[in-house]
């Protein structure tokens, strides 16, 4: 396919999935399970963010299973996870009879995650302000992330390389930039509250979905996912959108979970 109508069926997947959001908000996510549904439930910009980042950080692996572990988590937190998290540490440390766990990761790293929320909001500090420190529009997003993150981690006695990796030892990092396009980019599936940050300056949150399609139309030579290779793909759309190269993500994602008919007619087997 030409890139001029690859754009064009790109553009109208992408209007058409935040045009069924906007006409029924509630609706939407019913039949497209995503963790972004969970920062949908609150209306308080801290609030989203905690909960933005939470369903972020654990958004491997089953959907269905992320997303009932998300739910459980949140839920332990009460009506307000930025109110819980701001009396510190100590109201964390409650949570251990709880003994939550995901996956391999057991209450130690969950909670630890849940500490360094609880040390940046109980010092009156954000994650946005947090991000802010290490940004600076000079730099790459490589650069800026990895300072992002060795922040976050200087919160955590516990280390957290899985939940929280770093560009430079190759991930991808695709929840971490899933969660900066939630809190960047405006449409109103995403949210837009980071508003100092343009939505030109995010990578394109990788994984074996968008992997899958960047593969077949050859976007990437290879099919192993890394930084590099999430940069590749970004550079791609940005010939499409310099301005928000990852708009695209929700839907490309979501169609190619779904394998949809969209998906098969217009995602070419590669041989």
């Known amino acids: 396919m030409k890139q001029a109508a690859l754009k064009q069926t790109l553009d109208e997947l992408y209007s ?12 939407f ?14 209306s308080s910009f801290e609030d989203i963010e905690a909960a933005a980042f939470l369903a972020s950080t654990f958004a491997y692996g089953n959907v269905k299973s992320l997303c009932a ?11 307000s996870p930025a109110a819980f998290l701001q009396g510190g540490p100590k109201v964390v440390d409650e949570l251990a009879k709880h003994k939550p766990y995901y996956r ?9 995650v849940l500490t360094v929320l609880a ?19 000079n730099r790459t997003m490589k650069e800026v992330q990895t300072n992002f993150i060795r922040k976050l981690r200087s919160y955590s006695e516990v280390p957290l390389k899985f939940l929280l990796p770093l560009p430079e030892d190759g991930s991808t990092c695709k929840r971490m930039n ?25 990578i394109m949150p990788t994984d074996t979905h968008i992997g899958r ?18 940069e590749q793909i970004t550079n791609v759309l940005r010939k499409f959108d310099p301005e928000d190269p990852t708009r695209y993500d929700f ?6 979970i779904s394998k949809t008919d969209w998906f098969r007619k217009i995602s070419p087997q590669r041989r």
């Open 104 to 112: 391999f990761h057991k209450s130690t790293e969950i909670l630890a």
């Open 251 to 256: 839907s490309l994602c979501h169609e190619s």
């Open 69 to 79: 572990f998300a739910d459980r988590l949140l839920k332990m937190l009460g009506p």
């Open 119 to 137: 040390r940046i909001y109980s010092s009156g500090g954000t994650l946005y302000s947090t991000f802010l420190n290490a940004y600076d529009a």
């Open 29 to 42: 996510f019913v039949t497209r399970r995503d963790p972004i549904l969970f920062p949908h439930r609150y």
């Open 16 to 27: 058409s999935y935040v045009n069924q959001y906007n006409s029924a908000p509630e609706a």
């Open 178 to 202: 899933l969660f900066l396009r939630w809190m960047v980019r405006r449409d109103g599936i995403d949210f837009g509250l980071w508003r100092e940050i343009p939505p030109s300056f995010l």
């Open 213 to 230: 399609i960047a593969y077949r139309f050859r976007w990437i030579k290879t099919r192993s996912l890394t930084w590099s290779k999430a």
